[in-house]
């Protein structure tokens, strides 16, 4: 296993960061398209009392398809910043809220290696 050696900071301009706002309950996001070879971070916060400890994502490529995320996607707990690096093959994520009646707000922000 290797491990990174190097600075990650924010990068800036167009489709630098985004927020899926007050996700609906048991609901899935729109995908989200950032491109190819991207790193980026991701947290998200309840918008109430949390019944579930956080979200669900799914990774994939616009131009084919990315899976719906579930309950039973990959999860990150709420208040988690999550690092993920999309590679050569994917460029989108999707994001699925397992709270049946609370919403869930999504920050994203791409990142650059010094």
Not at 71 to 82: H, L, M, N, R, V
Request: with cysteine; aromatic share 10%.
């Amino acid at each position: 296993m290797s491990r990174q050696a190097s600075v990650l900071l924010p990068t800036s301009g167009t489709g630098s960061q985004g927020i899926i706002s007050a996700l609906a309950g048991v609901t899935a996001s729109a995908v989200q398209t950032l491109g190819k070879n991207q790193m980026f971070v991701i947290v998200g916060v309840c918008n109430g009392t949390a019944t579930t400890p956080g979200f669900h994502i799914t990774f994939g490529n616009s131009t084919t398809s990315v899976a719906v995320p579930t309950a039973t996607s990959y999860f990150i707990p709420f208040g988690q910043q999550t690092t993920f690096d999309l590679g050569p093959y994917q460029d989108s994520f999707q994001i699925f809220n397992a709270e049946a009646t609370n919403t869930v707000t999504v920050n994203w922000m791409k990142l650059s290696v010094e």
